[in-house]
């Protein structure tokens, strides 16, 4: 792979090589995420998952002026503990490349980087979407335009619960992008296994979902597939318990005049400070499951190509 703005890591350019399965990993969830040093674990375990899952990782960042696909253990260090790494997204790109700054990928950005390297599969905690309060000041996520236009297939455990969940279910729809759950018919809601809102696509195997992307590749789609794989019931934390949670956090929100990029990390901050940190565990244990899934479907579709 030879692309003037990537820059691949040595193990993922064996895998590359080698035509093993690869999955590509965000970077915001360590910059903006959460805390140190349960960032840097949390990036190492979830590469180990995929790892042990028979994938090679890809975590994705800007440094240098490029896309590094796939970080080193003192890549992860620095974004993890940099004062300033800028949240890229679409937007942002040319701009923190060009100004050669420390960048850490969002949904969007990282489905990017990876289709340039010709990775198939991401795995991430939940999309970006349509923000509660549409109505009054029309905030969408880029996530769901990137999912239009970028054929990746996207892991998730849904979008962030603190969204407006059947609106970005009809925005998905609009733009043609697939929402499969995993196993399910609900969406699921980020920290809670389920929510009131019925699918049309489900999938019960890695397989089947491997399938659909070498049809979609066939068809010539260029709209990514989004997975909806609910969190395993025992880490969740129950809808009735964690709207109720959000509800104060959007509130406090209001009245630290937060809003545009600044609001997802401010929300999930002011969360795991309210469930004195039990949201944080659920996020990450949520992130492992998706990785596990995530490799699954690598290994899967590396075998019908």
């Not at 674990?41 to 490029?66: C, F, L």
């Not at 997204?89 to 960048?103: C, P």
């Not at 455990?157 to 609009?174: F, H, Q, S, V």
Request: hydrophobic content about 40%; overall charge negative.
């Amino acid at each position: 792979m030879n692309h003037p703005l990537l820059s691949i890591s040595k193990e993922v350019q064996a895998a590359i090589i080698q035509q093993k399965p690869i999955v590509a990993l965000e970077s915001t969830i360590v910059s903006h995420g959460m805390p140190y040093p349960q960032n840097v674990k949390m990036a190492q375990e979830t590469e180990q998952i995929i790892r042990d899952h028979g994938a090679v990782p890809a975590t994705i960042a800007i440094m240098n002026g490029q896309f590094k696909i796939g970080l080193e253990e003192e890549d992860l260090e620095i974004l993890a503990t940099a004062k300033e790494v800028v949240k890229v997204s679409r937007r942002d790109l040319a701009e923190v490349i060009a100004n050669k700054q420390l960048g850490a990928t969002t949904v969007a950005t990282t489905m990017i980087g990876a289709h340039l390297a010709g990775i198939k599969v991401f795995v991430t905690g939940g999309i970006g979407g349509v923000h509660r309060g549409y109505t009054e000041h029309m905030d969408v996520s880029a996530d769901l335009e990137e999912l239009a236009q970028t054929p990746v297939t996207v892991v998730c455990a849904g979008a962030k619960a603190i969204l407006d969940l059947p609106r970005t279910l009809e925005y998905l729809e609009t733009k043609g992008v697939p929402v499969t759950g995993y196993q399910t018919d609900y969406l699921p809601a980020f920290y809670s296994s389920t929510s009131p809102y019925r699918l049309t696509s489900r999938a019960d195997s890695a397989e089947e979902i491997a399938q659909r992307m070498v049809a979609a590749d066939q068809l010539d789609l260029q709209a990514g597939l989004l997975i909806a794989n609910p969190i395993p019931k025992e880490y969740e934390i129950p809808n009735d318990e964690i709207n109720a949670i959000i509800d104060q956090a959007l509130i406090e929100e209001k009245e630290a005049g937060v809003h545009g990029k600044e609001s997802t990390p401010f929300l999930l901050a002011k969360i795991v400070e309210l469930t004195e940190g039990r949201s944080l565990e659920t996020n990450i244990q949520l992130v492992y499951n998706n990785a596990k899934l995530g490799a699954e479907i690598a290994v899967q579709y590396q075998l019908k190509n």
